[in-house]
């Protein structure tokens, strides 16, 4: 069965930091490209950032840029999204996603997904 089980995301003041993860398992994670994707209330589900299976990261949001960083950890089957400088602006529920194929920040391209995780940012 896969699984990809996001955490890390809460309540948070703007300018601080979280970093969420995403483990997943029940396929072969070291081939796939995982993308992280937000969704604001009212909004469609954008996508942020992805690191594909050879490690290159690409961001999606121009907002995100220089805040935001993704890595992976092959050995323990996660993927990272580091949060910092958060703004109000970033609130949403994140969700983790994987497919056997190169980067892209558009949701249909994925094939697993998680049940997402809810960031929260006070102004």
């Known amino acids: 069965e896969v699984q990809l089980v996001e955490s890390g995301g809460g309540l948070v003041q703007a300018g601080g930091s979280l970093r969420l993860s995403c483990a997943a398992s029940g396929f072969t994670f070291r081939d796939a490209s995982i993308g992280w994707f937000r969704q604001a209330p009212g909004k469609e589900r954008e996508g942020v950032s992805c690191?594909?299976?050879?490690?290159?990261?690409?961001d999606f949001v121009d907002s995100v840029k220089g805040r935001f960083t993704i890595s992976r950890d092959n050995a323990k089957n996660t993927v990272y999204l580091q949060m910092n400088s958060l703004k109000p602006e970033d609130t949403a529920v994140y969700y983790c996603a994987a497919h056997y194929d190169g980067c892209g920040g558009n949701p249909s391209f994925y094939t697993f997904w998680g049940q997402g995780t809810q960031v929260t940012v006070s102004s």
């Open positions: 690191i594909s299976s050879r490690g290159g990261s690409f």
